[in-house]
């Protein structure tokens, strides 16, 4: 197959000791792949290099570059639901995580909001385990906070990592309120981190390494989980990563609108006929920002791409010991973010203990707890509208990545066929050659709702999705073929064709009211059939 290249000079050629160091590795094969799956947490589409991004993500793009990007992949809005759909194959509401993790102890609730993974849904981690994997995870966990809802009781023979959602990343006894609780957990036991030189990224990472080092003695292959807590808030960053970024971002986020809008259509994750949507009408015009604010919003913006910055040299620690192991050609390596990039606590950000800007804490350090609002949340989201919870394109779709130097036809390339995170586990069942189970642990399990992409892998048109639907607090979408219908917070329902209007502008439900209809009908059997509230 002919293979296609990326447009930028940066993307152009692998480097020549990459590839002399690939030539000469003494790889050791299984006959079936091991896989890794990398998940950032609140992660813009455009954020990364080979996204359109400015930030510098090296490791990430060199994953771009071997392998292919897929530029219509969906996740299911927000971090749990999301997870549950990565790890089940199934809708949200079907593992038990319609809506977010239940917090309380006992899990006494039942049903498609229970809040955690239910008896009827199967882990990846299951799966692979019963067909000879070894089975690892570092990270955030966040679908199920109590026993026997962690990652040990769902097949994982090892974890490590916050159960919980976001975190401090340098001390996670401090909160964002006294309510507010953190559990970290090694395997069966929760403890508090020795909170010496911690710094939440890298001890993802070195978790991940651990596990590898595991995998490498178990002769058999690998399934490793690595789900960052970055680039979510808090704003917590070492200080050698905010400096390389000071500064970077005070054209504003009007002008790196466009920037990344046209590295995007230079690169072809967009069409060149896309129109760029209009800044959310909350954000204000840059240039009406006063110095000060546009200094303190730069700050912002490069705690932020600090957080990516440590996560992108993290992933490239890992990739550098599974060429050590001898096992990079035959791994499997999925990066993908979890939900768009997350406009919460307004469009300036906010600091939950009030001490930002006062002098009493240093930015990015542990004693802050700030977001970046919604108005880099718009520039991290380029080219789309909305953002994380909601279900238009700026909420749903993210960066996928694919990396299998030995399963991968055409490096380098961009496919534009759709999928979604329920794609995720049947894939993983198709390369371990496994059937998915009707039944675990004496239960009837649903049956899953993703299909393998390894026929896009090896370069081929795979089968067009059937209608795909979602729904998380009240937004509810459905996308049929290049038909887009979509609700923001129960209101009207909206209308578009993302062949002609990727970006959601267009809203044609008055002009075709019959096509409305129909999906609507369609959305209201299936959210009957999943037990949408």
């Not at 003695?217 to 808090?234: D, N």
């Not at 204000?284 to 913006?301: C, F, G, P, R, V």
């Amino acid at each position: 197959m002919k293979t296609s290249h990326l447009k930028l000079s940066q993307f152009v050629l692998l480097s020549v000791a990459t590839s002399a160091c690939a030539i000469a590795q003494d790889e050791k094969q299984h006959d079936k792949p091991n896989i890794l799956v990398i998940l950032a947490d609140d992660m813009g589409y455009s954020d990364i290099g080979c996204y359109g991004g400015e930030i510098n993500t090296p490791n990430i793009d060199q994953l771009a570059r071997e392998g292919i990007r897929f530029s219509q992949f969906y996740n299911a809005a927000r971090c749990c639901p999301t997870r549950a759909s990565l790890l089940t194959g199934l809708y949200p509401h079907e593992a038990g995580m319609g809506g977010m993790v239940s917090t309380h102890t006992g899990n006494k609730n039942t049903g498609p909001y229970q809040g955690y993974l239910n008896d009827e849904c199967v882990t990846i981690a299951e799966v692979l385990r019963d067909a000879g994997y070894y089975i690892a995870a570092a990270g955030k966990w966040h679908v199920g906070e109590d026993r026997p809802n962690w990652p040990i009781d769902r097949g994982f023979e090892n974890y490590h990592g916050l159960i919980s959602g976001a975190s401090n990343y340098f001390d996670m006894t401090k909160t964002k309120s006294p309510n507010v609780k953190r559990v970290f957990v090694k395997d069966s036991t929760a403890y508090v981190p020795d909170q010496a030189n911690f710094y939440m990224t890298d001890f993802i990472t070195k978790s991940a390494l651990e596990y590898l080092k595991v995998a490498q003695s178990k002769e058999k292959p690998f399934f490793l989980y690595l789900a960052y807590t970055a680039p979510h808030w808090p704003l917590h960053a070492l200080p050698e990563d905010i400096q390389k970024y000071r500064g970077r971002f005070l054209k504003g986020w009007d002008v790196l609108r466009e920037e990344r809008f046209d590295r995007m259509k230079e690169l072809e994750i967009v069409d060149s006929i896309m129109t760029l949507s209009e800044r959310d009408d909350r954000v204000h015009a840059w240039e009406t920002l006063s110095d000060d604010q546009k200094d303190k919003m730069d700050l912002l913006m490069s705690i932020y791409a600090a957080q990516l910055d440590r996560m992108d040299q993290g992933i490239g620690r890992v990739m550098d010991e599974l060429k050590q192991m001898g096992v990079s050609d035959n791994t499997l390596v999925l990066f993908l973010s979890d939900n768009g990039a997350c406009e919460e606590e307004g469009i300036w950000g906010k600091d939950f203990w009030g001490n930002f800007w006062d002098g009493k804490a240093v930015p990015g350090s542990g004693d802050s707890y700030h977001s970046y609002g919604r108005s880099w949340a718009n520039l991290s989201n380029t080219p789309f509208r909305m953002f994380k919870s909601w279900v238009h394109e700026g909420g749903i779709i993210t960066p996928l990545i694919a990396r299998w130097p030995n399963g991968i036809d055409g490096v380098g390339r961009i496919t534009k066929q759709p999928g979604t995170i329920m794609d995720i586990m049947a894939t993983c069942c198709d390369l371990a050659q496994v059937e998915y189970p009707e039944y675990h642990n004496g239960k009837k399990i649903k049956p899953s709702r993703g299909r393998s992409l390894a026929p896009i892998f090896n370069g081929e048109t795979r089968e067009k999705p059937g209608i795909l639907f979602w729904e998380h607090q009240g937004n509810a979408a459905v996308r049929a073929g290049d038909w887009k219908l979509v609700s923001k917070d129960g209101e009207e329902w909206e209308l578009y064709n993302l062949n002609e209007d990727p970006s959601e502008l267009n809203n044609m439900i008055e002009k075709n009211q019959r096509q409305g209809d129909q999906m609507i009908e369609a959305y209201q059997k299936w959210s009957s059939s999943v037990g949408v509230k």
